[in-house]
T-cell receptor, first 115, second 111 residues
Framework: EPEVTQTPSHQVTQMGQEVILRCVPISNHLYFYWYRQILGQKVEFLVSFYNNEISEKSEIFDDQFSVERPDGSNFTLKIRSTKLEDSAMYFC?????????????FGSGTRLTVV | LAKTTQPISMDSYEGQEVNITCSHNNIATNDYITWYQQFPSQGPRFIIQGYKTKVTNEVASLFIPADRKSSTLSLPRVSLSDTAVYYCLVGDGSGNTPLVFGKGTRLSVIA
């Protein structure tokens, strides 16, 4: 079964540092997403990406965040200057042209710890 | 986006059928109902999706009444490995209207 792959599985970074979280979506999928989940809380939408541009973003996705699809296979989330409150699981997801019965495929996540 | 309401938690014994009901009173005509499962420290996993009546796959069944204001996820003969959080989401399936997760239902299966 095709998978969404995320690396690294766990990243520890100092406050103020930049981090890049990487994702390889399923190859024939066209829509890409980043979500995050702070420990014990619900899964929160960050951003959706289609046709090489952001199609929707939440209030959380402020200027410190950016996304990129640099080479047609990777999809990255950059956090420019990390804060303690950025500590969370970050999930990448992808979907084929939205149609019934397909849903999103999520990766296993990157646990980001900001110290 | 249609808001969903589901129980915060449920307990069940192994081997029983579990039914989790979700209400979505303001569901729109072009909205689908989708259920996801999440284990600790893992990403949500798509379980089933439907528009109306009944949908069944190898994992679960989804029952949707004619008015579509609620839906019920049915898990037959649960095992300990079904312990997870289950999310009901409503959306039109458009990539430009991303899925929004609620708090979900925490299902605990007991031996």
């Amino acid at each position: 079964e095709p998978e969404v792959t995320q690396t690294p599985s766990h990243q520890v970074t100092q406050m103020g540092q930049e981090v890049i979280l990487r994702c390889v979506p399923i190859s024939n999928h066209l829509y890409f997403y980043w979500y995050r989940q702070i420990l014990g809380q619900k899964v929160e939408f960050l951003v959706s990406f289609y046709n090489n541009e952001i199609s929707e973003k939440s209030e959380i996705f402020d200027d410190q965040f950016s996304v990129e699809r640099p080479d047609g296979s990777n999809f990255t989330l950059k956090i420019r200057s990390t804060k303690l409150e950025d500590s969370a699981m970050y999930f990448c997801a992808s979907s084929v042209i939205p149609e019934a019965n397909y849903g999103y495929t999520f990766g296993s996540g990157t646990r980001l710890t900001v110290v | 986006l249609a808001k969903t309401t589901q129980p915060i938690s449920m307990d069940s014994y192994e081997g029983q059928e579990v039914n989790i009901t979700c209400s979505h009173n303001n569901i729109a005509t072009n909205d689908y109902i989708t259920w996801y499962q999440q284990f600790p420290s893992q990403g949500p996993r798509f379980i089933i999706q439907g528009y109306k009546t009944k949908v069944t796959n190898e994992v679960a069944s989804l029952f949707i009444p004619a008015d579509r204001k609620s839906s019920t996820l049915s898990l037959p003969r649960v095992s300990l490995s079904d312990t997870a959080v289950y999310y009901c989401l409503v959306g039109d399936g458009s990539g430009n209207t991303p899925l929004v997760f609620g708090k979900g239902t925490r299902l605990s299966v007991i031996a």
